[in-house]
């Protein structure tokens, strides 16, 4: 069974930096891909970042140039470093995993429980 533990959130000031954590455990067969989302309250969830198993990492526009997603699959944990935060990042932050658990299974998407996010301005 796949589970998923997020860490690192927390308040901070505007223009400060947070880094989320996203730890994965479990039998994974093979790694798709790895996402951030979030979710601020009356607002629809948005993706915030993907990361593929080649390494290819996609960024939403609204924090393109502030948020990097990276990966250590060694530990099999993903990353989204938050930079220059603004009052609006203010959301729960959720990571999911894209990943197949056996050889004859089809791919499936895990989700964390989430972290609060909180930037004061």
């Known amino acids: 069974q796949v589970q998923l533990v997020e860490s690192g959130g927390g308040l901070v000031q505007a223009g400060g930096s947070l880094r989320l954590s996203c730890a994965v455990s479990?039998?994974?067969?093979?790694?798709?891909?790895m996402h951030w989302y979030r979710q601020a309250p009356g607002k629809q969830r948005e993706l915030v970042a993907i990361?593929?198993?080649?390494?290819?990492?996609n960024i939403a526009d609204s924090v393109k140039g502030r948020f990097t997603i990276s990966r250590d699959s060694a530990k099999n944990t993903e990353y989204l470093q938050m930079n220059s935060l603004k009052p609006e990042d203010t959301a729960v932050y959720y990571c999911?995993?894209?990943?197949?658990?056996?050889?004859?299974?089809?791919?499936?998407?895990?989700w964390g429980q989430g972290t609060q996010v909180t930037v004061s301005s």
């Open positions: 479990g039998s994974i067969f093979r790694f798709n891909a």
């Open positions: 990361i593929t198993s080649g390494g290819t990492t």
């Open positions: 999911a995993a894209d990943v197949v658990v056996s050889a004859r299974s089809g791919a499936n998407l895990y």
